[in-house]
C-alpha cells in the first residue's frame, strides 16, 4: 500500500532554533500534501496543504512565516518552524494524496519538543 | 463549520466485548463520513468509509452506518481483540477533487486479554 514517512520521528531543541521535518511519499507520488498539528487529547488540526511546484495554502489563524513549508518534488513536502518557542511543542502529522487519488495516507508524526 | 464529536476515551474492553465508539457531525452539505485508526508509533491508516446516507463501512470486523438523520456515524465491532487497541478518529470530508478532512478527537480503545 502507499506509505509515507516522516523524518524525525521526535526531535528536542532549544527555543530560538529551527527544526525541519520531512514527510516522503515512498511509493507513489503526490501532487497535494497536508501538514496537521495535534495537541494532547486533541483532533488533527490541519494547518496547509502542500501542493508541489507552488505556494502553500495556510489555514486561518496559522502563521506562514512562522511554519515554512516547502513542497519542492512529488514525492517530498519540508515544514520547517522557525524561530521555536516552547508553545510550538506538539505532534506534526503529514499525510499525501496520490496524483490520480484523493484518498490521504499520512506519516507516523514527528514529536517536536522546545525546551 | 464543519464539525466532528467522538465520544470521550479511554475505553476499556475485555476481549470478546462488543465495542460502540459514538461519532456525530456537523455538516453543511452532504458530507462523506470516515473512521481512520492509529495504532502505537504509527501513522493513521483508514479503517473504513461512507459516502452517502445509509452506506454501511465495513473492515477487519468493524462496521459503521452512515445515518443523515442523526448525522451520526458510529463505529461498532462485535468481538474486540487486544490488537485492536489503538486510538480511532472519526473525520468527515465535504470537498471533491481531494479530501480535506475534518477529525474528531480521537478515541482510546484499549482491549484486555
Known amino acids: 500500500g502507499a506509505v509515507v514517512s516522516q523524518h524525525p520521528s521526535w526531535v528536542i531543541c532549544k527555543s530560538g532554533t529551527s527544526v525541519k521535518i520531512e514527510c516522503r511519499s515512498l511509493?507513489?507520488?503526490?501532487?497535494?500534501m497536508f501538514w496537521y498539528r495535534q495537541f494532547p487529547k486533541q483532533s488533527l488540526m490541519l494547518m496547509a496543504t502542500?501542493?508541489?511546484?507552488?505556494?502553500?495554502?495556510?489555514e486561518q489563524g496559522v502563521e506562514k512565516d512562522k511554519f515554512l513549508i516547502n513542497h519542492a518534488s512529488l514525492t517530498l513536502s519540508t515544514l520547517t518552524v522557525t524561530s521555536a518557542h516552547p508553545e510550538d511543542s506538539s505532534f506534526y502529522i503529514c499525510?499525501?494524496?496520490?496524483?490520480?487519488?484523493?484518498?490521504?495516507?499520512f506519516g507516523p508524526g514527528t514529536r517536536l519538543t522546545v525546551l | 463549520g464543519d464539525s466532528v464529536t467522538q465520544m470521550e476515551g479511554p475505553v476499556t474492553l475485555s476481549e470478546e466485548a462488543f465495542l460502540t465508539i459514538n461519532c456525530t457531525y456537523t455538516a453543511t452539505g452532504y458530507p462523506s463520513l470516515f473512521w481512520y485508526v492509529q495504532y502505537p508509533g504509527e501513522g493513521l491508516q483508514l479503517l473504513l468509509k461512507?459516502?452517502?446516507?445509509?452506506d454501511k463501512g465495513s473492515n477487519k470486523g468493524f462496521e459503521a452506518t452512515y445515518r443523515k438523520e442523526t448525522t451520526s456515524f458510529h463505529l461498532e465491532k462485535g468481538s474486540v481483540q487486544v490488537s485492536d487497541s489503538a486510538v480511532y478518529f472519526c473525520a468527515l470530508s465535504e470537498r471533491t477533487g481531494y479530501s480535506t478532512l475534518t477529525f474528531g478527537k480521537g478515541t482510546m480503545l484499549l482491549v484486555s486479554p
Open positions: 511509493d507513489f507520488q503526490a501532487t497535494t
Open positions: 499525510s499525501a494524496i496520490e496524483t490520480s487519488g484523493n484518498e490521504q495516507f
Open positions: 461512507a459516502t452517502k446516507a445509509d
Open positions: 502542500s501542493n508541489e511546484g507552488s505556494k502553500a495554502t495556510y
